[in-house]
């Protein structure tokens, strides 16, 4: 749990998360997309604030409204998609995730995860 996990996995994770941004920059993601960029971001600072990577809560904070409006985008009109200020917001959380991967101890991804499936059960969220 103190080394990264092994290399094939991080690239597994993160070919996912590519090409969610990549479908969603397109203009021809899905809500499933957009999910992922979600899950992603949450992650990203999870990860960070346990040490691991330069993902800012401001940063974090634009993003989320970000894809909350391509949330909202994607429920009235059926188009999935990010603007290309909003992908590049993404991209760069995505540089910073694909860093996480490669470098944070096992442990710190792991506990990210269990944060963020309590998250997604409806805890309140906590920033330490």
């Given at each position: 749990m103190l080394l990264p996990m092994p290399r094939a996995t991080a690239d597994e994770l993160a070919l996912r998360v590519h090409l969610a941004l990549a479908t969603m920059r397109a203009g021809v993601g899905s809500v499933r997309d957009a999910q992922t960029l979600t899950q992603t971001m949450i992650l990203t600072g999870f990860i960070a604030e346990a040490g691991y990577g330069a993902a800012t809560y401001?940063?974090?904070?634009?993003?989320e409204a970000a894809i909350s409006a391509a949330f909202d985008r994607g429920r009235d009109t059926g188009k999935?998609?990010?603007?290309?200020?909003?992908?590049?917001?993404?991209?760069?959380?995505?540089?910073?995730?694909?860093?996480?991967?490669?470098?944070?101890?096992?442990?710190?991804v792991a506990e990210a995860s269990e944060r963020l499936d309590r998250f997604q059960a409806g805890e309140a969220y906590r920033r330490t």
């Open positions: 401001e940063q974090l904070v634009v993003a999935w998609r990010l603007d290309e200020r909003a992908a590049s917001l993404f991209a760069e959380i995505i540089t910073t995730y694909d860093e996480q991967l490669r470098q944070a101890p096992l442990w710190a």
